[in-house]
């Protein structure tokens, strides 16, 4: 073999930062070594990696497309290693959640998947859609589990169960106890809603196509509490997965409201980039979701 994992490490957090200074930091590295290995990597097979600009070094194209087969090389190298080390111990693995998944349905797993793995490490990354999305199409993460419809050439797509919206308003609401909301009525309410590139805002905007220009958004906010906590106080009504709901419904600190002539209906899914390795880890989650009941 004519370069070390080194090497590819070094690339690799060179790519990722765009200075080997830093590379060589994040990898405990000499400045001088890092430097080092990619100019023997450059220079063994005659190419370049990168374009230099001052103190930037940025992928060229051709680095860009030896990446993905780099960082896989790498997975498969952590993972022969772990073998090794701890007799085909999982070890660690790094789940990116969307908020309602991971505040409402990841942790339960992510603990049965310790106790199916001790020794096991899973590294809980809970953000909205469009940032969960980037980090698995920067190798940050191994697997995303999100709310939103997803279309890029470079990560797979997979449906992993079904989830409803629901509307919600405070008890003492105008609109509380009606059997049935029109248009008109989602017209003129004032609405307390989530961020652009969060799944729930995605299936909101989808369920409301033909409105969305006449809608009064009062508040867009970043997390599901935050939004619960507005409406409590008569700001608006608002709009969330009914998994986030269902606790104040049974308290009757907030109240569901009913559109049926829209589509409330939405999918959650997983992602993986499609030049990802499928570690046994990654299987053994991907089981898990779909079997939940595998590990009682």
Request: charged share 25%.
């Amino acid at each position: 073999m004519h370069y070390t994992l080194r090497q590819v490490e070094v690339f690799l957090a060179t790519a990722w930062h765009e200075n080997v200074t830093m590379a060589a930091e994040s990898l405990s590295m000499s400045q001088s070594a890092a430097s080092a290995a990619l100019k023997e990597l450059e220079q063994r097979f005659e190419v370049q990696l990168f374009d230099r600009a001052g103190k930037r070094l940025q992928l060229n194209d051709f680095g860009k497309s030896l990446r993905p087969r780099a960082e896989a090389l790498l997975d498969q190298a952590r993972e022969f290693e772990q073998a090794l080390a701890r007799h085909n111990s999982i070890g660690e693995l790094r789940v990116g959640a969307t908020l309602t998944i991971g505040n409402y349905l990841a942790v339960p797993i992510m603990a049965e998947f310790m106790h199916q793995h001790p020794g096991s490490r899973v590294r809980l990354t809970v953000e909205n859609t469009a940032t969960i999305t980037e980090k698995v199409r920067n190798f940050e993460l191994d697997i995303g589990l999100i709310e939103g419809e997803l279309h890029d050439e470079s990560i797979n797509v997979m449906p992993w169960r079904d989830d409803e919206l629901s509307l919600f308003c405070a008890p003492d609401h105008p609109l509380a106890g009606r059997p049935e909301l029109n248009d008109e009525d989602l017209r003129r309410a004032d609405w307390i809603v989530r961020e652009a590139g969060s799944g729930t805002r995605q299936g909101f905007e989808h369920a409301m196509h033909g409105l969305l220009p006449d809608l009064r958004l009062r508040l867009e906010l970043q997390h599901t509490e935050a939004i619960k906590r507005a409406v409590e106080a008569g700001l608006g009504i608002g709009c969330l997965s009914r998994i986030t709901l269902e606790d104040a419904f049974r308290r009757g600190s907030l109240l569901p409201l009913f559109a049926p002539h829209r589509d409330w209906r939405r999918r959650f899914h997983f992602i993986l980039h499609k030049q990802k390795y499928r570690s046994a880890g990654i299987d053994s989650w991907l089981a898990l979701c779909m079997n939940p009941d595998d590990g009682n």
